[in-house]
C-alpha cells in the first residue's frame, strides 16, 4: 500500500513540478499515475479484506480501516470528478481555472489522509506483533517500523512542500 499508493500519489503530484512537456501531456501523465495509484490501493484493500477473511479477523473495525475506505472513496471521486473537468469531455476553461485551487487543496487533503492511514495501519500492526509476542517492544523490528513511520512524515512533508512553493522562474 505504502509503495503502491503513496509512493505513486506522490510522484502524480509532483508531476507539474518535474516533468516536462505540454500541459496536457502532464495532465495525462498526472492522470494516469493517479489511476494506477487508485488501482493499486483498490487492489490493497482486496488484498487485506481476503488475508481477514481467511484468518477470521474481522474488517473495518479500526481507525486504520475506516480512514483507509474514506481516502480511497474519496480519492476516486476525486480522479473521476478531475477526469470530466479536466480531460475529458472537459470543462469551460473558466470553470477549470476556478476550480482548480479547490481540486489541489482537496488532493492534498486526501493525500494526507493517505499518510494517516499509513502510520495508523504501521502503528496497527506493530501493536498485533508486540501483543501476540511475536517481536518485541525494543526489537530491531519495532525499530524499523517506527523509523519508516518516520520517514513516511518526512517523504509527505516533502511532497507537501514541493508541491506547494512557487515555482521557479
Not at 480511497?72 to 475529458?88: R, T
Not at 481555472?97 to 481540486?103: E, Y
Amino acid at each position: 500500500m505504502v509503495v503502491g499508493y503513496i509512493v505513486l500519489t506522490s510522484e502524480a503530484i509532483l508531476v507539474f513540478r518535474g516533468v516536462h512537456g505540454t500541459k496536457s501531456y502532464k495532465k495525462a501523465v498526472h492522470l494516469t499515475i493517479q489511476g494506477l495509484g487508485f488501482w493499486m490501493a483498490v487492489f490493497g484493500i482486496w488484498a487485506a479484506l481476503r488475508f481477514h477473511n481467511a484468518k477470521g479477523i474481522d474488517n473495518f473495525y479500526s481507525l486504520h480501516s475506516w480512514l483507509g475506505i474514506t481516502t480511497v472513496l474519496l480519492f476516486g471521486l476525486q480522479w473521476i470528478c478531475a477526469y470530466a473537468i479536466y480531460w475529458y469531455p472537459g470543462a469551460a476553461g473558466k470553470t477549470r481555472t476556478s476550480v482548480l485551487p479547490w481540486h489541489v487543496f482537496m488532493g492534498l487533503i486526501i493525500y494526507c489522509m493517505a499518510l494517516g492511514t499509513a502510520e495508523t495501519g504501521l502503528l496497527e500492526k506493530l501493536t498485533f506483533l508486540m501483543m501476540n509476542k511475536v517481536i518485541g517492544r525494543f526489537s530491531l523490528e519495532a525499530l524499523f517500523v517506527n523509523s519508516i513511520g518516520l520517514l513516511l512524515i518526512v517523504y509527505g512533508a516533502l511532497v507537501i512542500l514541493a508541491s506547494t512553493l512557487p515555482k521557479a522562474t
